[in-house]
T-cell receptor, first 116, second 113 residues
Framework: AQTVTQSQPEMSVQEAETVTLSCTYDTSESDYYLFWYKQPPSRQMILVIRQEAYKQQNATENRFSVNFQKAAKSFSLKISDSQLGDAAMYFCAYRNTQGGSEKLVFGKGTKLTVNP | DTGVSQNPRHKITKRGQNVTFRCDPISEHNRLYWYRQTLGQGPEFLTYFQNEAQLEKSRLLSDRFSAERPKGSFSTLEIQRTEQGDSAMYLC???????????FGSGTRLTVV
C-alpha cells in the first residue's frame, strides 16, 4: 500500500522569505500523481500544485514550486516570498494513475506559520 | 460554479443516533469522493462515485456507514448508531476527470457526545 510521510509537523517562516516543506512517499508504481493541498484554518482544502511522475520537469505555480526526486521518492514544496495568507496546514498527497483506485493518500500535514 | 457544498457545517449528536450528511458537487463533475479527517491527521479516503455508481469503498467504511449518489448528482453519507470514534470532519470532493485535482467542500464537522 502507498504511504505518504511528512516529517515536519510544524514550520515557520518570516514574511517575504522562502520555506520548503518536505514529503516522502512509498510506492511500487512507476506512474502516479503527487499533489500539495493547502487547508487554511476553518476553510476548505485547496489544490496548490500537481506533479505527474512521468514528467521530469518540476511543476511551478507562481510562488509555489516543487522539487520532485523520483528515485528518492521525495516531493518537497517550496514557497517563495511567503505571505501572511500562506499560513495553513499543507498536505502532501499521492494518487495512482493506473488501476481502478482513484483515492488520494494523504500525509499527516505540516502546519505553516508566517511571521510578519 | 458555486463550488462543492456540504450540509450541515456542524452536527452534534448523541451516541447511538443516526446522522446524514449531504454533498452537492460542482454540477459538471461526474466524480464524487468522501473523506474523513480527524484532528492532527490528513484526510482518509472513505468512498468514491462515478456518476451514480459507487466504484470504491475503503475498509474504513464499516457496515454502519452508507453512501449514495442517486441520479449522479448530490450524495449523502449516513452513519448509523454513531459512536464517539466517529467524531471527525467529513469532507466531500468532486472532480471532472481522473487526471485532475479535486475540488473540496468545507466539510461537515461531526461531534458525537
Amino acid at each position: 500500500a502507498q504511504t505518504v510521510t511528512q516529517s515536519q509537523p510544524e514550520m515557520s517562516v518570516q514574511e517575504a522569505e522562502t520555506v520548503t516543506l518536505s514529503c516522502t512517499y512509498d510506492t511500487s508504481e512507476s506512474d502516479y500523481y503527487l499533489f500539495w493541498y493547502k487547508q487554511p484554518p476553518s476553510r476548505q482544502m485547496i489544490l496548490v500544485i500537481r506533479q505527474e511522475a512521468y514528467k521530469q520537469q518540476n511543476a511551478t505555480e507562481n510562488r509555489f514550486s516543487v522539487n520532485f526526486q523520483k528515485a528518492a521518492k521525495s516531493f518537497s514544496l517550496k514557497i517563495s516570498d511567503s505571505q501572511l495568507g500562506d499560513a495553513a496546514m499543507y498536505f502532501c498527497a499521492y494518487r495512482n494513475t493506473q488501476g481502478g483506485s482513484e483515492k488520494l493518500v494523504f500525509g499527516k500535514g505540516t502546519k505553516l506559520t508566517v511571521n510578519p | 460554479d458555486t463550488g462543492v457544498s456540504q450540509n450541515p457545517r456542524h452536527k452534534i449528536t448523541k451516541r447511538g443516533q443516526n446522522v446524514t450528511f449531504r454533498c452537492d458537487p460542482i454540477s459538471e463533475h461526474n466524480r464524487l469522493y468522501w473523506y474523513r479527517q480527524t484532528l492532527g491527521q490528513g484526510p482518509e479516503f472513505l468512498t468514491y462515485f462515478q456518476n451514480e455508481a459507487q466504484l470504491e469503498k475503503s475498509r474504513l467504511l464499516s457496515d454502519r456507514f452508507s453512501a449514495e449518489r442517486p441520479k449522479g448528482s448530490f450524495s449523502t453519507l449516513e452513519i448509523q448508531r454513531t459512536e464517539q470514534g466517529d467524531s471527525a470532519m467529513y469532507l466531500c470532493a468532486s472532480s471532472l476527470s481522473r487526471d485532475g485535482g479535486y475540488t473540496f467542500g468545507s466539510g461537515t464537522r461531526l461531534t458525537v457526545v
